[in-house]
T-cell receptor, first 114, second 113 residues
Framework: KAGVTQTPRYLIKTRGQQVTLSCSPISGHRSVSWYQQTPGQGLQFLFEYFSETQRNKGNFPGRFSGRQFSNSRSEMNVSTLELGDSALYLC?????????????FGPGTRLTVL | GENVEQHPSTLSVQEGDSAVIKCTYSDSASNYFPWYKQELGKGPQLIIDIRSNVGEKKDQRIAVTLNKTAKHFSLHITETQPEDSAVYFCAASGYSSASKIIFGSGTRLSIRP
């Protein structure tokens, strides 16, 4: 069974631009969560989608948004990029809602904002 | 808000020795405690988890203990091997769909040959 895939793996953008990251969960998984990982802040929860509905949201500004499609694939968007948005963005999928269920992480998208 | 503290931030042990990583959580409603291992260039991988109705769980060389009263849980790796070198994260979450998973800050484990 294929794991969680994320595209692109690497991305370089400049301040003020916007970016869209994509995540394909493990087949049959309906929950997708997004995390931001930085050396200073560690792993921080962005949001969770289950059956195309946002179930939970972390403490990030409105510039960070996401969505989930009927096939469970998910995208996250960051508008008006700032230097501090440089990070590894991880997607994780699970069979059901994230809480109390095992999550499987993808390899991440490394975003660099110049 | 909810918080998970993880110690130590770095740990170096001799190959064959044991390694222990400790975490403390603040939300008393937490009842699911996974541990993840992250190797360079990869996403975190679940290595073991424990739920609140269990005090200890073991899987080969890895074990996790939970003390709900003290809000502590720990990861124990015995007979460490070079491939155990990685960053380890603990996490805590609750049952409800509104519960967010909170991660510890990570422990960089190095195994000395």
């Amino acid at each position: 069974k294929a794991g969680v895939t994320q595209t692109p793996r690497y991305l370089i953008k400049t301040r003020g631009q916007q970016v869209t990251l994509s995540c394909s969960p493990i087949s049959g998984h309906r929950s997708v969560s997004w995390y931001q990982q930085t050396p200073g802040q560690g792993l921080q929860f962005l949001f969770e989608y289950f059956s195309e509905t946002q179930r939970n949201k972390g403490n990030f500004p409105g510039r960070f948004s996401g969505r989930q499609f009927s096939n469970s694939r998910s995208e996250m968007n960051v508008s008006t990029l700032e230097l501090g948005d440089s990070a590894l963005y991880l997607c994780a999928s699970s069979l059901r809602e994230t809480s109390y269920n095992e999550q499987f992480f993808g390899p991440g998208t490394r975003l660099t904002v110049l | 808000g909810e918080n998970v503290e993880q110690h130590p931030s770095t740990l170096s042990v001799q190959e064959g020795d044991s390694a222990v990583i400790k975490c403390t959580y603040s939300d008393s409603a937490s009842n699911y405690f996974p541990w993840y291992k992250q190797e360079l260039g990869k996403g975190p991988q679940l290595i073991i988890d424990i739920r609140s109705n269990v005090g200890e769980k073991k899987d080969q060389r890895i074990a996790v203990t939970l003390n709900k009263t003290a809000k502590h849980f720990s990861l124990h790796i015995t007979e460490t091997q070079p491939e155990d070198s990685a960053v380890y994260f603990c996490a805590a979450s609750g049952y409800s769909s509104a519960s967010k998973i909170i991660f510890g800050s990570g422990t960089r484990l190095s195994i000395r040959p």
